[in-house]
């Protein structure tokens, strides 16, 4: 008896320690398999991907970490892309990069937040909560929508935000008041295709079946569905108006009254269009050209106005109908169906008033209301990659697709 005690309790360690490697090894496999770190996310043709850094952010950004960043910072965005991975309980962050293009995409558990009621709920008189404003969805991914944070960031010391040239983008997958959710955020400096194609790459379906409450919104064969129309840009957005007014006022650039005021306008984002700068200051006769360019959103409507303004005021000696219809062409609002008769050759116009009046836009589309049908074509590699019938419903393309 006293020999096999101690070879029972050989044989109870030899156990345990069996037991303990085998569930180790189990727990281990558990939480590979559901690290979100472990996710596997293959690029778009011609890009790279790799675990983020600092740096990665620093050069979307053209900013710096700072940990002690105040809350609307861009610092505050690259903090919490600073996160540890590979734990059941942690996220992940990858960088996409294509030459100067990049990408970062932070995957991470957020918390369980419950609804506080208050009193005022309990008898009725709470106010009633946020709805989600449609001009801020950029796409719906899955079926949730992805949510185009304002191109600001907030500066100490400054009455106002400051315009950034980065974009930034997040979606929550599941309802913090019922249970954890999976919170979703991308920061990059490129293209609306190249966006798309990355998010139509990330497995929705995946990280909502790792949620306690799976989000019953998803839809994974729903893709990737963008709210303006097919096919998306490959080239990255030009600089909002807000940031190259930064850029001019950062050069030295100053201008007589009342443009330097207006400049600072634009910069504070209070003017953001040409019309918008054109009703508070209808003189554009006087506006600075490079002002013009601050402004100019690719069409060529807002130089077609400015240059009406201009020869109106030339002092040459216009006919009766020329003047009309410069002063059409620079009014706020006006379209070539405005000056249909015109444009018909109808009257006697000169040349160069007339290539003025065919670069406003042709006219408001007949009968176009809220929910518009649109037949789009293909997205570059990776977004909706069939032809498709869609319908914008709350600002949000939905659409059926082929096969996805």
């Known amino acids: 008896m006293r020999i096999l005690l101690p070879l029972y309790g050989l044989l109870i360690v030899v156990f345990a320690v069996g037991f303990v490697y085998v569930f180790k090894a189990g727990l281990d496999h558990y939480v590979a398999s559901n690290s979100l770190a472990e996710m596997q996310i293959d690029p778009p043709d011609g890009w790279t991907v790799r675990p983020y850094q600092l740096a990665d952010g620093a050069v979307i950004t053209g900013s710096d970490v700072d940990p002690a960043a105040a809350i609307g910072t861009t610092a505050t965005i690259l903090n919490s892309f600073d996160i540890p991975t590979g734990g059941l309980k942690e996220g992940a962050v990858k960088t996409f990069q294509r030459d100067n293009e990049m990408l970062a995409l932070r995957l991470e558990r957020g918390p369980h937040e419950p609804k506080r009621v208050s009193l005022a709920d309990r008898l009725g008189y709470g106010t009633p909560e946020e709805t989600l404003d449609p001009d801020t969805v ?183 109908h020329e003047f009309h219809v410069l002063s059409t062409i620079a009014e706020v609002g006006s379209t070539q169906a405005d000056l249909n008769e015109y444009l018909a050759g109808q009257y006697d116009v000169a040349a160069e008033v007339l290539a003025l009046a065919k670069r406003l836009p042709e006219g408001p589309a007949p009968g176009a209301t809220p929910a518009q049908v649109v037949q789009s074509g293909v997205v570059p590699t990776g977004g909706l990659r069939n032809a498709a019938t869609c319908v914008l419903e709350n600002g949000v393309r939905r659409c059926t697709v082929g096969s996805n």
Do not use: C
């Open 138 to 320: 950029f796409a719906t991914v899955a079926g949730l929508p992805l949510i185009a944070h304002p191109r600001e960031s907030i500066v100490e010391g400054m009455p106002a935000p400051r315009p950034v040239n980065y974009r930034y983008f997040t979606m929550t997958i599941g309802d913090k008041t019922i249970d954890e959710v999976m919170e979703v955020a991308v920061l990059t400096n490129s293209s609306d295709a190249a966006l798309v194609a990355i998010l139509d790459r990330v497995d929705i379906a995946f990280l909502n079946e790792r949620l306690p409450t799976p989000d019953t919104r998803v839809m994974a064969s729903a893709g990737v569905l963008t709210r303006d129309a097919l096919p998306l840009s490959d080239v990255p957005p030009r600089p909002t108006p807000a940031y190259r007014a930064l850029e001019l006022l950062a050069s030295g650039q100053s201008f007589d009254a009342p443009w330097g005021e207006a400049l600072a306008q634009i910069r504070d984002g209070q003017i953001t269009s040409f019309e918008e700068l054109q009703t508070r200051y209808p003189r554009i006769d006087t506006l600075p050209y490079a002002l013009l360019e601050v402004l100019e959103d690719g069409s060529q409507t807002s130089t077609a106005r400015y240059y009406a303004r201009i020869l109106s005021n030339s002092g040459r000696a216009w006919s009766g």
